[in-house]
């Protein structure tokens, strides 16, 4: 009895042991840009009525993004769920973060490159029509 006592303790320290340990390398999977992102699985946001998907691509990972929303526009979208930041100039917003992850040209020439589909964007994100079933989709680019 005591015998089968000490075994499923130790069987029990064990396992313990093995899940602190896949946490603690799970966090260690967040590298590069992707210590700073907002989220790293994917994820549904709003209740609109009209549904989209937003492809966040960023050195050699992704996350998908399911958004429903009644806006018009497709940076009202995505800045209604935080999901991008940017300052307004004379051609509309110029996203420098998406996913809370920053592209600066400044820094290293480095941008947020806007598709729709699998083509790149003619039009900037405030000026892109928000289309039922649509896969948008930011690449972080050098």
Same mark, same amino acid.
């Given at each position: 009895?005591?015998?089968?006592?000490?075994?499923?303790?130790?069987s029990? %320290? +064990?396992?313990?042991?093995? *899940?602190? *340990?896949?946490?603690?390398?799970?966090?260690?999977?967040?590298? @590069?840009?992707?210590? !700073? %992102?907002?989220?790293?699985? &994917?994820?549904?946001?709003?209740?609109? %009525?009209t549904?989209?998907?937003?492809?966040?691509?960023?050195?050699?990972?992704?996350? $998908? *993004?399911?958004?429903?929303? &009644?806006? !018009?526009?497709?940076?009202?979208a995505? +800045? =209604?769920?935080?999901?991008?930041? @940017?300052?307004?100039?004379? #051609?509309g917003?110029?996203?420098?973060?998406?996913? /809370?992850? =920053?592209?600066?040209? !400044?820094?290293?020439?480095?941008?947020?490159?806007? #598709?729709?589909?699998?083509?790149?964007?003619?039009? /900037?994100v405030d000026?892109?029509?928000?289309t039922?079933? $649509?896969?948008? @989709? *930011?690449?972080?680019?050098?």
């Amino acid at each position: 009895m005591r015998k089968t006592a000490k075994i499923l303790s130790l069987s029990l %320290a +064990l396992l313990f042991v093995l *899940f602190a *340990f896949a946490a603690c390398v799970k966090g260690v999977a967040r590298e @590069g840009l992707w210590k !700073e %992102a907002t989220y790293n699985t &994917d994820k549904t946001f709003g209740k609109g %009525a009209t549904t989209i998907t937003l492809v966040v691509i960023a050195e050699d990972q992704s996350v $998908t *993004f399911t958004i429903k929303t &009644d806006k !018009e526009m497709l940076g009202d979208a995505l +800045l =209604e769920h935080g999901l991008i930041e @940017g300052e307004n100039s004379t #051609y509309g917003l110029m996203v420098n973060k998406v996913n /809370g992850m =920053e592209a600066s040209w !400044e820094k290293d020439q480095a941008y947020w490159a806007l #598709y729709i589909g699998s083509d790149y964007a003619m039009t /900037g994100v405030d000026s892109t029509p928000v289309t039922a079933g $649509t896969q948008y @989709g *930011f690449t972080y680019t050098k």
